[in-house]
């Protein structure tokens, strides 16, 4: 009899406001023991098709299985992580490109191109070249849609620092770290898992709220619309569960995948810190809410509120725009790929994929 475990989903890529971000070197360490699996081949190959059928062999082992959708195209899958079994199957093609450190030690390359009529690709050499060039085009405009909402934030939290009291934020993560990780697990410090937890996506901003469902009993959310005081608790709060021993999964914002941590989630302790506004809508009714205003000058606030509230419409205003320019390439990949489907084998593909599967 296999134990159920309930599924969960990240995103590894992000599009943001330089270029495509993407996190999946920071999923294993290619000089560790493991079999990782590099799939190669452009769209439409059946890559995504290929890992859910791997990641659904490892669902009905009873394995805990993270899967990684493709921001691009919600529905579609990146990459699969086995931890347990030291097990990865990535799509290593444009924008995520990933090459092998240790290839045929701990890192495998598969070529799904060994099932194309080259020659019907050759035939529409224009076609496939100016629809790859209009999606290129397309995420260009989104990341400098990106890149001034960016700008906007970043200014609306320099108006909020003015009026923060930092010193009670700090005081206040301190009681909540202690409060949510009451027992040093080990001497050895855990790990911090970078993921994201949200994406821009064609279909609007999308939330993996099932994955805080299945490893979440405790939810504290973080109303700040702002961006005030959330990203310095939830940094306080997965630090501290590092140094004693606890990993960490750290979910950052897909507009600043450098340094600002939205959410985490501490799995063995079955604990979320959840940023909530009106990106992020609330998980569970239940859960423990913390306002971002209780930390700020009343006054103040009030005085800057006009201000901060044309700011967040503007930003929205750009983010919407960049869900309309990623729907469009979407809509321009999926005209691409018929092409690539319509030169594929699809029996050599499946082919592939059993004796990947096999193989596991």
């Given amino acids: 009899m296999t134990k159920t475990i309930l599924p969960v989903s990240f995103f590894l890529g992000a599009n943001n406001k330089i270029k495509y971000c ?9 000089y560790e023991k493991g079999c990782r699996i590099i799939l190669k081949g452009g769209p439409g190959t059946g890559k995504s098709t290929l890992m859910k059928k791997v990641a659904e062999r490892f669902d009905k082992k ?32 444009s924008p995520h490109i990933l090459e092998p450190t240790l290839p045929g030690v701990s890192e495998h390359i598969v070529d799904l191109g060994v099932a194309w009529d080259r020659s ?3 035939e529409h050499i224009n076609e496939i070249g100016e629809l790859t060039r209009s999606n290129k085009l397309q995420h ?10 960016s700008q906007i934030e970043t200014q609306a939290v320099l108006i909020c620092a003015d009026f923060t009291d930092t010193d009670k934020v700090q005081r206040y ?26 994406a821009v996506s064609p279909d609007g901003i999308i939330v993996q709220h099932d994955t805080v ?4 009993e405790t939810i504290v959310s973080i109303e700040d619309e702002f961006s005030a005081v959330s990203p310095y608790i939830a ?42 506004n009106s990106y992020h809508y609330s998980i569970d009714d239940g859960s423990q809410k913390i306002h971002a205003s209780r930390f700020y000058d009343k006054a103040s606030f009030e005085k800057n509120k006009e201000k901060l509230v044309f700011m967040k419409k503007a930003k929205r205003e750009l983010i919407d725009e960049a869900v309309r320019k990623l729907s469009i390439a979407k809509d321009i990949h999926d005209r691409l790929e018929d092409y690539y489907i319509k030169a594929t084998d699809f029996d050599v593909i499946n082919e592939i994929g059993e004796k990947i599967i096999k193989s596991i």
């Fill in 22 to 30: 993407s996190l999946f070197n920071d999923l294993y360490d290619p």
């Fill in 62 to 93: 009873g394995c805990f299985t993270e899967r990684g959708f493709c921001s691009a195209d919600p529905n579609s899958l990146d990459a699969v992580f086995v931890p347990e079994a030291d097990f990865c199957i990535f799509d290593g093609t």
């Fill in 120 to 122: 019907f690709l050759r």
């Fill in 140 to 149: 260009k405009k989104v990341a400098e849609f990106m890149k001034v909402a």
């Fill in 173 to 198: 993560a301190k009681r909540l770290a202690n409060r949510l990780i009451p027992s040093q697990k080990s001497n050895e410090k855990g790990q911090m898992k970078k993921r994201f937890l949200s």
């Fill in 213 to 216: 469902v299945a490893l979440s």
């Fill in 235 to 276: 940094e306080y709060v997965c630090n501290y569960a590092v140094e004693k021993g606890y990993d960490v999964y750290a979910c950052y914002c897909p507009l600043f995948p450098e340094y600002k941590i939205e959410h985490i989630i501490i799995p063995e302790l079955k604990t979320t810190v959840f940023t909530r």
